[in-house]
């Protein structure tokens, strides 16, 4: 598949050639993960939400969103304020988390649809080498609960690539009556949303439970709060924030149970836990819909409102309590730094476009990633490098309106102004020369993957 954006242009953007510049954006597989391993394999929980925005927890400043779980993990551990996800809509932001790899790379965008639905025939290809499988060589068992959402047909479920298990539906819960799966039985269709949360959670703690003598990797993705909303009777009408921060408060109830379990099993100092959302959120839901805080715009967009997400990560005896970082970070980054605290071996096969993070996490280093890529579908909208950020193309999230170019190049300080409200571009050339350089750079490295979203089940 080639590229929708014309490479062409943007290395025009570039100026002066390129070929005396170091790559800054991409990590090849041999210039990570060669660190030594901790000398007891760690356990990995990595917990995902499904549409919940920088401005929904306690922790990052909701004034009626009662969070006391995930804000007491922020006090034990340590609260990002710059960390990215790959896209700003579900499929390409997971399989970004899942491979290390833009999803550009492998084919899990696409300008034709944003994400998989139930009628598509194609999903994450056998290629791709997920955390999972990352980490099946060095002894880890492995579950994957929530919501998948990277391919529903058999050959592209959990289960496939690299997961011991799975239990959830396999892809938004706004599609169709959304099956409960079992590993690759449906059990339960419509799947019973009132309910889920809880049902989650459970398996969640028996996997733990399970698994506590052996090293271990959960993807716990949670279907909320996606709309529609759905919370459990111990939650419904409790929250002040309505129906929306029910389902935000069942959720941190849920976080809750999987750190005490954790304490219970004497596992907690060798567990990192990370926490995250897929995208921002959906701002057209209205009071269905969360908050990005004082970021611009939301889920569907390149604007930070759609891609900079609560980053939380705890991990007691290992990562200093009571941390705030301003550091760079993003979930492109785990697939790498896991396998690195794992001792594991990075994909020999493909280029990988996140880094090893776990200096920043430990405290024994900076971030090394100073340079984020913000695509919508196949083309590349904006590039944040350092505290600058230049948007080549703007478009809205959703509703009305097409894209627009941008020559010159919109530049925002995010530092100075994270609600990106003021463009800085005819005072800074210099820095949109430097921005333009990394772009050029960034597309003559890249090699995009066949489009996977395009394909539909015939008759479908």
């Known amino acids: 598949m080639k590229p929708k954006m014309n490479r062409r242009e943007f290395i025009k953007f570039a100026g002066a050639g390129v070929a005396s510049l170091g790559v800054s954006g991409c990590v090849s597989p041999n210039e990570a993960g060669d660190k030594k391993p901790l000398a007891k ?81 194609g999903g994450l290809p056998k290629s791709e080498v997920t ?42 819960n706004d599609m169709k009556p959304s099956p409960l799966l ?21 398996r969640a703690v028996g996997f733990i439970e399970k698994n506590k003598s052996k090293p271990f990797f959960l993807y716990f993705a949670h279907t ?20 929306y921060g029910d389902v935000v408060e069942e959720l941190d109830w849920s976080v809750g149970e999987i750190v005490d379990t954790l304490h219970r099993l004497k596992l907690a100092e060798n567990t990192l836990v990370l926490f995250t959302s897929d995208n921002g959120p959906w701002l057209i839901m209205k009071l269905n819909g969360g908050s990005a805080g004082l970021l611009r715009e939301g889920k569907g967009c390149t604007f930070d409102g759609g891609m900079r997400e609560p980053f939380i990560a705890w991990w007691p005896g290992k990562i200093k309590p009571g941390q705030v970082t301003q550091e760079m970070g993003s979930t492109l980054d785990f697939l790498p730094t896991l396998c ?18 776990s200096p920043a996490l430990l405290g024994t280093g900076p971030s090394p990633r100073n340079v984020m890529f913000f695509y919508r579908g196949a083309k590349l909208y904006a590039i ?33 102004d994270p609600a990106e409200k003021y463009n800085i571009a005819e005072k800074h050339p210099d820095v949109i020369d430097d921005i333009r350089k990394e772009v050029a750079l960034h ?16 008759g479908k």
């Open 131 to 172: 955390i999972a499988e990352a980490l099946k060589p060095q002894s880890y068992a492995t579950m994957c609960i929530g919501k998948w959402h990277l391919g529903h047909l058999p050959q592209y479920l959990p289960t496939r690539h690299g997961f011991d298990s799975y239990f959830g539906i396999p892809y938004s």
């Open 41 to 121: 394999k760690p356990n990995f929980v990595v917990i995902f939400c499904d549409d919940l925005g920088y401005g929904d927890l306690g922790v990052y400043g909701h004034p009626t969103i009662r969070t006391p779980n995930i804000d007491k993990m922020a006090a034990e551990g340590q609260k990002w304020t710059n960390f990215y996800v790959a896209a700003s809509v579900c499929t390409p932001s997971r399989a970004g988390l899942m491979t290390g790899r833009l999803p550009i790379r492998s084919g899990m965008c696409s300008d034709k649809r944003r994400v998989l639905f139930p009628n598509s025939a």
């Open 384 to 416: 944040r490098k350092g505290r600058y950020k230049a948007h080549y193309i703007t478009r809205s999230a959703y509703g009305k309106g097409g894209e627009t170019k941008q020559d010159p190049p919109l530049l925002f300080h995010l530092g100075h």
């Open 224 to 243: 909320f709060p996606h709309v529609p909303l759905f919370a459990s009777n111990a939650f419904k009408d409790k929250s002040t924030r309505g129906l």
């Open 182 to 202: 079992d590993n690759e039985k449906t059990i339960e269709e419509p799947a019973d949303q009132t309910t889920l949360t809880k049902r989650y959670t459970e």
């Open 340 to 357: 690195s605290l794992a001792g594991a071996k990075l994909p020999d096969e493909n280029m990988l476009d996140g880094m090893d993070i």
């Open 443 to 458: 597309l003559l490295n890249l090699t995009p993957g066949e489009d996977q979203l395009a394909k539909r089940i015939a």
